[in-house]
């Protein structure tokens, strides 16, 4: 009788499971949920916990075994879906940008997709011109220290933190000068809603890039946005698809398809080849999801979709939630007294710190210069992953980054536009999270060692600061010996594809 009631308290025990999910502000929220609990219900905790209401524009993101990220399914078990050995541990992300974020209801709400903006200009998936750059980390430097204070923010002192994978020093003067000028008397709600604002109006807000090969074999990024589908090819938006001209999504093996009718009954299929089957299954669902999300107009209008021709045969997907007009409708009934914000200030992440754990590389003499490469091979032994080396670099020309206008867009019948002097290369955005804390020098020092600048200006650095070829190249046969053992495990945690741009970026490991 005693060995029956002990069996019956360990199977019970063996039905309960430890999860730990990252929230944006990089804080873990842990819970116990039960072998057969759906993923509706460890996300409806998770909303209850942040005192979350609009809560569609939200989900959770894993890694499965083999290093592919999902979205965590919210009709199905979150045991059979994660397939890894408890403890488990996700992050709670942004799904679907919201169109127009500074719209939404609540300001706990548009505190969250700050934060997601935020990890999205440090890892390089936002990519704006110097002076936007300048704009949106004044506005995050207004929202997180407030008023300029002579007294308590000396000299250099936005130095201190680190918005983008790499800056000058002619940048964080510009971001302290408008801090200081422009922004004085906003408090943490304007400046994140003014933020915001400016970043809805560049060419990458809301990209979540999935890396591809064109028929060709070139290197692109594909991404679905809240106005449509998006490829982007070196430093150039090659196409922009409205989710009016998508009539369909499919995908075989690790081959994608995607069906565009356009106007004057042009009909396109663009094609393109994804890592692993896996990752083309992912991009797929993503897209079904998305096209789903943001062109329906309500969600029983949503129907299941097959990755074949034939219905029987291939995958099958349904997308389970409400659609954004439906969610927007929502939202305008909400009427309760407004939830106390719990901003994170100042306090370092893991994954998208804001204070910097040393020195930038071009602002160290050359006199020093040596000492600090050798604490960086000191170092790099420790790393569990490798610094980022995701580009932010400005366009040298104004028009290149044109404001969206929603409604009546003067660009929308051009399908390639530049997004960058620089090749879009995301690296962190495509790598399993968790991020361990890295050196900023180490990723400065592995651009230069592969050819790449080191500074979001279009300003060459002075000879006099610039380490002389002799010392780059004994300095990168050091880095790559002592990389060897780093580069090839995360290289298959991402399924990054090689190619020239991707080459330059130190392997990452970074959740969205």
Known sequence: MLSRLMSGSSRSLEREYSCTVRLLDDSEYTCTIQRDAKGQYLFDLLCHHLNLLEKDYFGIRFVDPDKQRHWLEFTKSVVKQLRS????????????????????KEEITRYLVFLQIKRDLYHGRLLCKTSDAALLAAYILQAEIGDYDPGKHPEGYSSKFQFFPKHSEKLERKIAEIHKTELSGQTPATSELNFLRKAQTLETYGVDPHPCKD????????AFTPFGFVVLQGNKRVHFIKWNEVTKLKFEGKTFYLYVSQKEEKKIILTYFAPTPEACKHLWKCGIENQAFYKLEKSSQVRTVSSSNLFFKGSRFRYSGRVAKEVMESSAKIKREPPEIHRAGMVPSRSCPSITHGP?????PRTRRRAVHISIMEGLESLRDSAHSTPVRSSSHGDTFLPHVRSSRAESNERVAVIADEAYSPADSVLPTPVAEHSLELMLLSRQINGATCSIEEEKESEAS???????????GELRALCQGHSRPEEEQSGHLKGPSLQQAAAAGVGK
């Open 360 to 364: 930038r590389l071009s602002s160290v």
């Open 466 to 476: 610039t380490p002389t070829a002799a010392e780059v190249e004994a300095l990168g």
């Open 85 to 104: 050995q408890p403890p488990f541990t996700m992050c709670f992300r942004v799904k679907f940008y919201p169109a127009d974020p500074a719209a939404l």
């Open 215 to 222: 028929v060709s074999g070139n290197a692109a990024f594909l």
